[in-house]
T-cell receptor, first 112, second 115 residues
Framework: SQQGEEDPQALSIQEGENATMNCSYK?????LQWYRQNSGRGLVHLIL?????REKHSGRLRVTLDTSKKSSSLLITASRAADTASYFC????????????FGRGTSLIVHP | DAGVIQSPRHEVTEMGQEVTLRCKPI?????LFWYRQTMMRGLELLIYFNNNVPIDDSGMPEDRFSAKMPNASFSTLKIQPSEPRDSAVYFC?????????????FGPGTRLTVL
């Protein structure tokens, strides 16, 4: 069963705009990760945030985690056409096997 | 490092044929994962190995699927006999070790089409 669910399923924006994707999950987690998948490629790890962290930054990426709401958001600032991809959240359950469970993904299209 | 290597990249076969997918994990990584991705079901974990030992194969759809890891640098996923509903992209991923299995490195995938 899938733990994390991304929202929206699809997002279309213009280059330069910010893109925000959300992930909700059901049970307590040890950590949450975001991955990107370009068309026809494998998933690439972007960022990991642990349950005791609230926010992390990596370049133009900003991830927040609200464990009380069981949700996370991924913000891509000043988007570029090259950011066009599917974005997945993956959660590792607290007390579990540390194996991440992936959501269905958000498809992001950035128009030049 | 070359990253996770998968072969073949594309496979087209007929129903009933045996299919073997191959994976070479990143050197030094102790955990290896096989996933299947379809539009309908998303990304599903089929099986994962730690130190060449299968730890959890509960995601393997049925007895037609089998996976082996004879050594630290090679794994296979076999489907016999294949069926059209097995058509999907199959990914292999590796991570440094089980206790830190949180960051996974994915291969480029094998796109399988069963006619």
């Amino acid at each position: 069963s899938q733990q994390g669910e991304e929202d929206p399923q699809a997002l279309s924006i213009q280059e330069g705009e910010n893109a925000t994707m959300n992930c909700s999950y059901k049970t307590s987690i040890n950590n949450l990760q975001w991955y990107r998948q370009n068309s026809g490629r494998g998933l690439v790890h972007l960022i990991l945030i642990r349950s005791n962290e609230r926010e992390k930054h990596s370049g133009r990426l900003r991830v927040t985690l609200d464990t009380s709401k069981k949700s996370s958001s991924l913000l891509i600032t000043a988007s570029r056409a090259a950011d066009t991809a599917s974005y997945f959240c993956a959660t590792a359950r607290a007390g579990g096997s540390y194996i991440p469970t992936f959501g269905r993904g958000t498809s992001l299209i950035v128009h030049p | 490092d070359a990253g996770v290597i998968q072969s073949p990249r594309h496979e087209v076969t007929e129903m009933g044929q045996e299919v073997t997918l191959r994976c070479k994990p990143i050197s030094g990584h102790n955990s290896l994962f096989w996933y299947r991705q379809t539009m309908m079901r998303g990304l599903e974990l089929l099986i994962y190995f730690n130190n060449n030992v299968p730890i959890d194969d509960s995601g393997m759809p049925e007895d037609r699927f089998s996976a082996k890891m004879p050594n630290a640098s090679f794994s296979t996923l076999k489907i016999q006999p294949s069926e059209p509903r097995d058509s999907a992209v199959y990914f292999c991923a590796s991570s440094l070790d089980r206790e830190r299995a949180d960051t996974q490195y994915f291969g480029p995938g094998t796109r399988l089409t069963v006619l």
